[in-house]
């Protein structure tokens, strides 16, 4: 581990959007529709109106084959198949993002100190143990070196799933997201179980961007760190209600 430390890299996934992982602008003449069709199953006779929504209509090219499709599309900002297939691109690599963010915060909040202080490190994080970030100050103190490995990182992940969309043929199965890495082949091989797979996907990575948002409001608005202000999801029970009482005697 460098100096920049544990939460060096979870500053570096609050950041890689600006890096490059956004829509790909795939141009694939006959992919948008079969990667609709690999990423899940349309449901029969879907209900005019939106299920997110119920008082909007269902957009037009949300038909229900992607994954964690359930009409919400307010704004409109899907208008076509490939559009469609971009914003789906975008949204699963910052759901993964977030996922690893939310894990890796409060992570480097409980250990950064300590593996700083066995190698011999500053620690990155501030006085109130918050994690650096644009609203929490303190990015300056990671390493210029580890931010351009973390772009260079970001941008050959990036251009790999450019090429692979690119090359993928319309009966290929390529869907959204699709990098072809399963090393430990937990990807199930029949269509119902790669649904679930890809559904529950999506929805965790949903639930990860709102839990990191909410990470970043909460430190920025208390001044305290998340494992600090909610101690009973990250210590041990007895730990967490000794200090309450120790605070409510106090």
Known sequence: MTKC?????????????????????????NLESSALKASGVAQDGLPKMSTAIPFLERPKFLTGELAGDVGFDPLGFAT??????EYREAEIKHARLAMLAAAGWP???LYDKKIAA?????????????????????????SPVWWG??????????????RRARS?????????GNLGFDPLGLY???????????????????????????????????????????????YPLSQTLRSMLENVVN
Do not use: W
């Open 118 to 142: 066995y190698l011999g490190m500053e620690p990155v994080l501030d006085a109130a143990d918050r994690v650096p970030s644009v609203l929490n100050g303190g990015m300056d103190k990671i």
């Open 80 to 85: 076509n198949p490939e559009l469609l297939i």
């Open 5 to 29: 430390s544990l939460s060096a890299a979870v500053a570096f996934l609050m950041m890689s959007p600006a890096f490059g992982f956004t829509a790909n602008s795939v141009k694939c003449p």
């Open 188 to 234: 199930p091989s029949d269509k119902e179980g790669q649904k679930n797979m890809q559904l529950a996907e999506i929805k965790h990575g949903r639930t990860a961007m709102m839990a990191v948002l909410a990470f970043v409001l909460q430190e920025a608005i208390s001044r305290e760190g998340v494992v600090d202000e909610t101690p009973l999801f990250f």
């Open 168 to 176: 993928a043929r319309p009966d290929s199965g390529y869907f959204p």
């Open 107 to 109: 992570v480097s909040e």
């Open 149 to 162: 490995f973390c772009v260079g990182l970001t941008a050959a992940i990036d251009l790999y799933g450019v």
